[in-house]
């Protein structure tokens, strides 16, 4: 940097001190503080990528950019404000392990898919393998992992209802901080984001289902946590090497959540789908016009066309196949890809022909309505109140996509319609009413996503928000004593479900 340029003042442009730069000050150093990396604020700055430079402009209204990676010095607002949000997920999680935790060793026994699973982990604990790849019985249909981590519960708290369950609350609880994370970082609200988390804590699916040994719980905490990394490399203000770090994360997460259970392919292709359509979106001019698509698609470029193959595609094929690789040196199998191949055939042949509990079939056009509680699955039956209003708030969204391209509903949108609509080309015999777990869990965030307008969260001054929490809340509350499995005569405190 030359002598004129070395006399700015730091602070100044940090916009700490409390002084904006001016129109006049951009146009005569932006590129040299941009080739200084000086820590700058902006307000109001966005980036060109149509050309590979960068073109400093004002529009209105437009959040604070970082150029070529550099991060801004924060100013103390913004500390407290990140120290809030850490506060808030961890106080969060440990609730949520808290609400989870209650009469976990309730029903005393297996039930419902745990008898498939459980016996697996138990296998996996004692090497006590089938003879993979040529038998796969039921139970092996899916990858390992989520096995493995029931099996780790039985080596912490023992082969009882706690050792099996014990994990599955765990990750339950890291779903909910990552829904509070996701909502955060998509809409910069730290009270839209609370309300998402405690309205999927109301989510009757996401309690039932993090309190059985089965593999959801898994495949989704990994896959919203994937989710959650992409999401920072497209809307955070941070150097480069962190984006990069974020894509990397996201593609572990991946190819974890596959190596629970397949069905998570849906969601890591939506995320894939809207990082390329980003990437090759910032070469294209038309595309500024959109700030906030410029602004993510800059991101998302800035960290590299290596790190996202790497993100996208060597990360999540490694991880997804570490599980795989361990259940077939524990079976004695010979490690190649002709095997890999060969057991994978099994697996999705199996999967396809496994016949199912015909009782419990549901159709899957069904479940966002549903009204009957899977009484085989600790009265599973979804929150009405979340339920009914997350349909209405995807109308909204999709709606306002309609005027034009906007992030939040673009991606919310995707991945349940992603994570329902599977199931009508998912070549299963039965389908049951708790496949829709994943798809239910983006309800709370795409409800806090259609509020994110004042005219649309108050009514007479009173948030809207704070009645779908309190409504949630009781619906939930009626709901418990049942799916906690709670003994005669708490389980009909409010009432029984005949």
């Given amino acids: 940097m030359d002598g004129r340029g070395s006399e700015l003042n730091e602070d100044r442009l940090s916009g700490c001190a409390g002084t904006e730069p001016k129109i006049g000050d951009v146009n005569e150093i932006g590129l040299r503080a941009l080739d200084a990396r000086l820590p700058l604020r902006l307000k109001g700055v966005v980036r060109d990528c149509t050309n590979d430079n960068f073109r400093v402009e004002f529009l209105a209204d437009t959040r604070v950019a ?125 009270r839209l984001a609370l309300t998402a988390m405690v309205l999927t804590a109301f989510n009757n699916l996401w309690f039932v289902m993090s309190r059985v040994a089965m593999l959801d719980v898994f495949f989704f905490a990994f896959a919203i946590w994937g989710v959650v990394g992409i999401t920072a490399a497209f809307r955070l203000e941070a150097r480069v090497g962190f984006r990069r770090v974020c894509v990397l994360f996201s593609g572990v997460m991946f190819g974890l959540s596959a190596a629970c259970k397949w069905t998570a392919v849906d969601t890591i292709s939506v995320m894939f789908a809207i990082a390329f359509v980003l990437f090759l979106g910032a070469k294209v001019p038309a595309a500024a016009g959109n700030k906030e698509f410029a602004a993510a698609a800059c991101n998302i470029r800035s960290v590299g066309w290596l790190t996202l193959v790497v993100g996208f595609i060597v990360l999540p094929i490694l991880s997804y196949l570490a599980p795989i690789l361990a259940e077939l040196r524990e079976a004695h199998c010979t490690i190649s890809l002709r095997e890999i191949l060969i057991l994978h055939g099994a697996m999705f042949r199996q999967s396809k022909s496994f016949p199912g509990s015909l009782l419990m079939r549901a159709p899957w056009y069904s479940w966002p309505l549903r009204t009957n509680p899977l009484r085989g699955l600790s009265y599973l039956l979804g929150n009405f109140v979340v339920m009914w209003s997350g349909l209405v ?32 080309i998912t070549p299963i015999k039965t389908p049951i009413y708790y496949y829709y777990y994943s798809a239910a869990m983006f309800l709370g965030p795409v409800i806090v996503i259609a509020l994110n307008q004042s005219s649309l969260n108050r009514t007479r001054n009173v948030r809207i928000s704070f009645f779908l929490i309190v409504s949630a809340a009781v619906f939930f509350m009626y709901c418990y004593p049942r799916m906690a499995a709670l003994e005669s005569p708490w389980d009909c405190m409010f009432g029984c479900w005949n």
């Avoid at 550099?70 to 997920?89: F, Y």
């Avoid at 109308?395 to 009508?424: H, S, T």
């Fill in 66 to 190: 970082d150029f070529h990676g550099g991060a801004r010095r924060p100013c103390a607002s913004g500390l407290r404000g990140r120290t809030k949000v850490i506060l808030a997920a961890v106080l969060g999680g440990f609730l949520a392990l808290l609400l989870l935790a209650g009469a976990i060793w309730r029903p005393g026994g297996l039930y419902l898919d745990e008898l498939l699973y459980v016996p697996v982990a138990r296998a996996l604990l004692h090497g006590s393998l089938p003879e993979l790849p040529s038998q796969i019985p039921a139970g092996w249909h899916h990858p390992p992992l989520g096995s493995y981590l029931i099996s780790f519960g039985i080596i912490l708290a023992g082969d009882n209802p706690l050792g099996w369950r014990l994990v599955g609350i765990v990750f339950g609880a890291l779903t909910l901080v990552a829904i509070f994370l996701w909502t955060y970082l998509l809409l910069r609200d730290y």
């Fill in 393 to 424: 708030a995807l109308v909204i969204c999709l709606r306002r996509l309609w005027n034009g391209f906007r992030l939040p509903e673009v991606m919310v949108v995707l991945l349940y319609a992603a994570n329902l609509l599977q199931w009508a």
